[in-house]
Each structure stands twice: as C-alpha cells, then as structure tokens.
C-alpha cells in the first residue's frame, strides 16, 4: 500500500517551530513560516505592490494568492517568459528576460510559490521572475549552460546543474534563496556531456541527477555538495522525478522510449514502462497515483498508473510537448507545447480523465515553449506537528 506525503504545510526535519500569537503565524526557519495553512517567505527584498493589490497588504501576501491561480512558461526561441491563469486558461503579457542570449532550460517554481526561478542556458546564469509583479528581480551568473535547478528540502538554497563536462571547471552550484549570491561550487560528474536534469527526494532531502544523454543516475547529498553514488540505469537519461513517498526515481530514457522505475533505496530497476517516441517530460501526481510523460516525436502524452503500470495516450499533435507540470490540487497536467504551429500553446490535461481539457494560447510572437512551472516545488518533512495558537 502506497503512503504518499501529500503535504503542503511543512518544515525541515529537526527543526523547531514557534508561534507568534498576534499574527497566527508559526515560523519553521528564518525564511519561512506557515501562515494560515500556506508557507510564506519571509524576510523578502521589497518590491513594488502587484496591480490591483489591496491597500495595506503585503506584497508576500498577494504573492501567494496569485500562486494559486497562475503558472509560467518560458520559451527557447522567442526567449520569453509568460505568466497563465491555471484556471481561466488565458496568457498574460510577455517578461522580458535580461541579457542578450537567453535560452530559459528548467522553470521551477520556488516553494511558497513566490518566485520562478529558471536555468538560462545561453545567459549561463539563474533568473528570479517575482511572481507578485511579474518581473525579474534578479539575475545569478553561474557556470556554463545550465540546464537545472531543484530547491533543497529546507528551501535555503537552489542546486543548480550545468552542462559541462570541462575538467576542472565547476558546474555544479548551490545558490542562497535569501540573497540571491552562489553559496558554492564543484566539479560534478564529467561523463559525456556533463550533469543533466536534477530532481529532490522530498522525503531523504537526496538530490538526484541524470547524466545529460547518458546513463547514468546519481544520488546527491542533501547538502547539495557531492555525489554519494551512482548506477548505469539506461541509455539516454534525460528528466526524472522521485515519488511522493521517495519509494522509487522515475526517469525518462529517450533512447529506448521508456520510463525507468528505479528503487530509491537499492538504485537498482524495478520497472520499466514502454512509452511514446521520444520521451521527454515527467511528472507525479502529489498523490504519486500517476505520472504523466510527454513524448516529443510521437506528439502525445502517457499517463501512467503506478499501481498497474497501464498506460492512457493523449494526443497533443499538433505539438511537440516537451516540459510537464501538474497543478498543486492534482487535477491537471500541464505541458509546454514546443513548436504548436501558427499560436503556441500549452496543452491542459484532466487528470480524472486523461482527457485533454484544452489550451493555453500564448500571445503572438511566443516561440517554442520549452518548460512549464504550475506549482510550487514542495518542502515536505518528517510530519511535523505545525501549531498556530
């Protein structure tokens, strides 16, 4: 029987939490705190209040409201970032990304929901979009091509992973969410191209990394700071995703078509799940009953139950998906459209149904969605007893 840590109210293991009577608020760290059933981020860099916000309310807060109702796809083409409304199905204006070459490579949303951080490939940098304004607020140089963030089970820090299999040269980076500077670096894993897409384990804290286009998996530390171990788990790894429990790491293999079940504990497979033409994208539901896997040549998605591995597939043609997110509710998938035609789009699936719901069109003059950010990176824990006086 699966035991799935659908938590969204949450603190890192070991730590204390303290209530502040006055404002219902029960601190878990120096960053963060749940208020009201949600984690916030306090102690934040001031910005301006959003459009439309409230007299008097903070710009913390009105950033959580709009998290429950907006995503964000960025785009490799147009070099481009879009917010959408998960519920009305409707795209807002381009942001504009800083510097002369972007290519936005991973979109993950910070937990609490107040930021989008991205991996800019071209730019080999971090870029911060503050969801309360939709603006960038910062910038992090970092190393070459970066591909990949996760954020660590405490939220203090981003892991950030670059394509370079240099020798000698850093491409592994942990960058500080409360200021915005790079903690530390290190040599990674150099095989073949260097450290591909990287994934947390929300119930060790472990971070797991593919070798980009290769075989091999990695299992990261919680600290962020060297790799425990590895194991030969396929041909042409690319994106992963560890379940809810921390039972097993899926992992896409976009040489064989195929999803990879791999045991967290062992690193050895346990499964392995026929898929459509080029796998690209995963996902878990926070219930960790399905994923949901886009396969690039093939212009559809696989929706996986992980009880009987049984496979549904949706047809998203004439799109070539590429990045998937599910909501925070679990009721939809959302997947980034690559090169829809004449009006790029993100694709929007029923999870109860497998069904296609619809889709987002982008404005005109987006180009090749690449990756989709719709819910904030949970930071579960050892279930902890969070109490608001």
Not at 110 to 129: C, F, H, L, T
Not at 173 to 194: E, F, K, M, N, Q
Not at 272 to 298: F, M
Request: charged content about 20%; hydrophobic content about 40%.
């Amino acid at each position: 029987m699966r035991l799935a840590l659908v938590i969204t109210m949450c603190a890192a293991a070991g730590m204390a939490a303290t209530t502040t009577a006055a404002d219902e608020r029960s601190a878990i760290d120096d960053l963060t705190a749940v208020e009201n059933g949600r984690i916030i981020t306090l102690d934040r860099p001031s910005a301006a209040p959003a459009e439309g916000q409230p007299e008097g309310e903070s710009a913390v807060t009105a950033a959580l409201d709009r998290g429950v109702g907006d995503g964000y796809v960025a785009c490799s083409t147009s070099d481009d970032v879009y917010p959408f409304s998960l519920t009305g199905l409707t795209a807002g204006a381009a942001i504009v990304l800083p510097g002369s070459l972007n290519y936005p490579y991973d979109a993950t949303e910070r937990p609490g929901g107040s930021e989008v951080w991205m991996a800019d490939a071209s730019d080999n940098s971090v870029i911060v979009v503050e969801r309360s304004t939709d603006t960038v607020t910062h910038q992090v140089p970092i190393g070459e091509y970066a591909v990949s963030l996760a954020f660590s089970k405490d939220a203090t820090f981003a892991l950030v992973a670059c394509r370079d299999n240099t020798a000698g040269v850093d491409n592994m980076y942990r960058v500080s969410t409360s200021t915005y500077a790079v903690l530390d670096s290190w040599v990674g894993p150099l095989d073949y191209l260097g450290p591909g897409n990287v994934a947390l384990d929300q119930v060790s804290g472990n971070f797991y990394m593919v070798q980009w286009y290769d075989n091999a998996l990695h299992e990261l530390a919680a600290a962020g700071t060297w790799v425990l171990r590895s194991a030969d788990e396929g041909t042409s790894l690319w994106q992963l995703v560890v379940d809810p429990d921390g039972s097993v790491v899926y992992v896409t293999d976009r040489g064989t078509d195929q999803v990879r079940v791999i045991d967290r504990v062992s690193l050895a497979q346990v499964n392995a799940v026929t898929v459509g033409d080029d796998p690209w994208g995963i996902d878990v539901t926070p219930d960790g009953a399905k994923l949901y896997v886009t396969c690039e040549d093939s212009q559809n998605v696989y929706a996986v139950d992980t009880s009987t591995w049984t496979t549904t597939v949706i047809s998203v043609s004439p799109g070539d998906p590429r990045d998937v997110d599910i909501s925070q509710d679990g009721t939809r998938a959302f997947v980034a459209g690559g090169d829809s035609g004449s009006t790029d789009v993100v694709y929007v699936i029923d999870v109860a149904t497998d069904t296609l719901l619809g889709t987002v069109p982008l404005p005109a003059g987006a180009s090749n969605v690449n990756v989709v950010a719709a819910a904030p990176q949970p930071v579960p824990v050892e279930l902890m007893q969070l109490r608001v006086e």
